[in-house]
């Protein structure tokens, strides 16, 4: 997550390159890439980078802890429980629990969200896997609280 989107960026717009001067031999066209927006929806943090993970979260403390509602998406509450992490999503509106989730590492919470339809604006996904990060990072977790 923290240099990754580039080489992926790099990868997407040489792939979009490749497509257009196809075209354009095929069809005699002369077509060029367009503008790239690119929207992060997974994050990963290699083992190796947790603790320059847990430097920028630091950092940016005061970015990282605004709250962005998702108007679809719901609620997420993250908690410990023993020796596994918790994630509880609730419906908006009504608030009523809709899927409890159990994880005992980072990458098996990763590996259940990251092609899930939990999300329906990727601030929500960011927002979760921040908070998925710290609760696997720090002892005394606080959700929301850094």
Same mark, same amino acid.
């Given at each position: 997550m923290l240099n990754d989107w580039c080489r992926q960026l790099y990868r997407w717009w040489s792939? *979009?390159?490749?497509?257009? &001067?196809? $075209?354009?031999? &095929? =069809?005699?066209a002369w077509y060029s890439v367009g503008s790239m927006a690119v929207m992060p929806l997974s994050a990963r943090i290699y083992t190796k980078d $947790?603790?320059? *993970? &847990?430097? =920028?979260v630091r950092r940016n403390a005061n970015v990282l802890s605004e709250f962005v509602e998702d108007p679809r998406g719901g609620n997420f509450l993250?908690?410990?429980e023993g020796d596994s992490v918790i994630v509880? @999503?609730? $419906?908006p509106i009504t608030n009523e629990l809709h899927?409890? =989730?159990s994880f005992h590492s980072l990458e098996e919470a990763y590996n259940t969200f990251k092609n899930s339809n939990h999300f329906t604006i990727y601030? @929500? *996904?960011?927002?979760l896997g921040k908070e998925l990060a710290r609760v696997f990072l720090l002892r005394d977790y606080e959700q929301d609280k850094l």
């Open positions: 792939l *979009a390159k490749r497509v257009v &001067e196809t $075209l354009n031999r &095929e =069809f005699n $947790l603790g320059r *993970a &847990e430097e =920028f993250v908690m410990r509880e @999503h609730r $419906l899927r409890r =989730f601030s @929500h *996904a960011m927002y």
